[in-house]
């Protein structure tokens, strides 16, 4: 953590791409290299960070341009590990609330509910003209 109490923070911004999520990947490492967090909390935020990032990439559509501008602003605070995801994608039809695991078989559409196992707050929301996602999970100590 930074010595003067501030919060470590890291921000991504581009055309969402298939290698985003590494940049995204790398972005964390960066931050935790900073703000060293517990392994566990690490690895679990990471996970979740990898699955609502990839949905993003691979599922918001710009109907204007075609193209997706994301923004990926990354926090370690004293409690909590926080992301912020906003996309200028057209509106996620998602609903949190009635997300489960899919049956063993299938495989696709894990990844929001692996989100939600393993963060304290998953929450979605659209603000103007942009989506956003919130992921956070509380520090163990």
């Known amino acids: ?11 991504l911004e581009e055309i969402a791409q298939p290698e985003t999520v590494e940049r ?4 964390l490492a960066e931050l935790f290299a900073a703000a060293p967090v517990n392994d566990m909390d690490a690895m679990q935020f990471e996970l979740a960070l990898a699955e609502i990032a990839a949905n993003i990439i691979e599922h918001a559509k710009n109907a204007d341009r075609g193209q997706v501008l994301i923004r990926v602003e990354l926090e370690v605070r004293p409690d909590s590990i926080l992301a912020t995801l906003s ?3 057209e509106q996620a039809r998602v609903d949190l609330k009635s997300v489960e695991l899919p049956d063993d078989l299938s495989e696709r559409g894990r990844g929001l509910a692996i989100a939600l196992t393993v963060l304290d707050e998953l929450s ?6 942009r989506n ?4 956070v999970r509380n520090r163990t100590h």
Do not use: F, K
């Open 124 to 129: 979605y929301r659209r603000m103007g003209r």
């Open 24 to 27: 995204v990947h790398l972005l």
């Open 1 to 11: 953590m930074p010595t003067d109490n501030r919060p470590a923070v890291r921000v």
């Open 87 to 89: 996309d200028d994608g």
């Open 132 to 135: 956003q996602w919130t992921l």
